[in-house]
Structures are given as C-alpha cells and as structure tokens.
C-alpha cells in the first residue's frame, strides 16, 4: 500500500475518522501545492473550498456512519496558495485499518481545465456573440429565475430598437451594422443595473428585464435614460450615423 501511495499519479490521501490527515502523497501534494508536512496531522477539511463545506461534511458524516460506503464528486478545493483547484473526489472507508480505527482514503484527480471548458460552453449558451449581451435563451432563464425566487413579483420588459438601422445597413453595409450594434449594447449594458439584465434578441431589438416592477412611476425615467443613452452619433469607419432608439414596456405578474 505504501509503495502504491508514493508511486500513484493521481493524489491520495488517509485519514482517520474525524478528518485528520494521516498520509499524503506526492501528487496530492503537487495538486494542493503543498509539502507532506503542511497536510499530515491536519483536518483535510482546511483545504476544502468553503462552497463545498457544508456537503463534504455531511458526505463524511455519512461515510463513517456507514451509511455510505463510497462517495463520488467533483469539488472546489483551495491551494496552500490561496488559488483554487477543480478536483474530482473518490472516498472509500476501510474498517479498523489504523490501530483497530476505521480510516477513509481519497483519491483526487484535477479536473480544473474541464470544468473550465464547461462553464465557457455555458456562458456562450446564453450570450449574444455579437455583442455579449444575454441572448433569448438567457432572457427565458432569467424570467424563470425571478418567477421561482417570487412567483408573485410583477416583472416588466422594456423593448427597445433602433430607429432607422436598416438604412445604416443598406447603405453602409453589414459590418458596419455590427460595429453600431456592439456600441449600441455597451452603451445599453452601462446604465443597466442589477437587479435588471439586460439582452438582445435579435436585429437591432433589446429588452431590459425588471424584475421589480411594481413601481410604475420610475419606469418614465428607465425608458428615457436608455432611449438618451443609445440614441445620437455613433462613429464608424466610413462616417458617422445617427440613429435613434425608442422604447417601450409591459409588466405583468411572471
């Protein structure tokens, strides 16, 4: 077993049943970018991302009570540095292993890039890739989201679009379409405030998502402040257009 610590390439921890760490190998190590010395005699716990506490300690609970006897996921760990690690995280108990005491042995793979990978795919999923607002798609989660968290909240929706953009288009071409688009949404994704979002829906058409809408006497104010924002002069590489935006809103329970 020892040998088989040392040697493995994937890090491996043991440690007693109240989380204690009584071995540590070399490329568990490298992954928490410490020293065998900084993890024996330590509850493995300290090096868990406080996201993930709360479950790794029911999970454990759960394991040494026996009402688990493997655990399995992918959790958020913190480097001696600080940095945090994506490690995927295979548990076992061993009974009476270590002086007639139940012991557990983990084993970790990092899995950081992947998880990378994953969240980039989804943040595409519901971005505009033209101009990096959300997209319909987000708009939808974003509804959905504000329904469950108060499903009797009234949530409003201002439309807006450009006046005009399809002559800037037609005479000016696409690719300075775009350009106008993107400045467009910069300008709109500035004055936007959280807790409302904003996103594009297609075209030159965007929608501000108010969650808290109940309040109709600051919508005036919402609307104008977002038409004086992206109406006006917008510089290109031919000359410079000027299109105006006009906007408008509905409210209703979600």
């Not at 029911?58 to 026996?66: H, I, K, R, S, V």
């Not at 906007?247 to 979600?254: C, N, P, Q």
Request: charged share 20%; net charge negative; aromatic share 6%.
């Amino acid at each position: 077993f020892q040998i088989s610590m040392e040697h493995a390439p994937i890090g491996k921890v043991v440690v007693d049943n109240a989380g204690i760490v009584l071995q540590a190998n070399p490329a568990v190590c490298k992954l928490l970018r410490c020293n065998e010395d900084d993890l024996v005699g330590v509850d493995f716990r300290h090096f868990v991302h406080p996201d993930n506490l709360d479950s790794g300690n029911a999970q454990f609970a759960a394991l040494m009570d026996g009402s688990a006897t493997h655990l399995s996921s992918e959790r958020k760990y913190l480097r001696a540095d600080g940095t945090a690690v994506w490690l995927q995280r295979d548990l076992v108990l061993v009974p009476a292993a270590h002086g007639g005491d139940d012991v557990a042995i983990a084993q970790f793979q990092d899995i950081t890039s992947r998880r990378r990978v994953e969240a980039e795919l989804a943040r595409l999923a519901v971005t505009d890739p033209l101009t990096g607002l959300g997209n319909r798609l987000a708009l939808v989660e974003g509804v959905t989201r504000h329904h469950d968290a108060a499903p009797e909240a009234v949530i409003g929706v201002v439309f807006i679009d450009l006046d005009g953009f399809k002559q800037v288009n037609d005479i000016h071409g696409h690719s300075v379409g775009d350009a106008v688009l993107t400045a467009a949404a910069h300008r709109l994704a500035r004055i936007v405030e959280p807790p409302n979002s904003a996103y594009r829906l297609g075209g030159d058409e965007c929608v501000v998502l108010v969650p808290t809408a109940a309040d109709t006497a600051r919508w005036p104010e919402l609307m104008d402040r977002i038409v004086r924002a992206m109406s006006g002069q917008y510089d290109t590489d031919t000359s410079p257009v000027t299109p105006a935006a006009s906007a408008g809103w509905a409210r209703g329970a979600s």
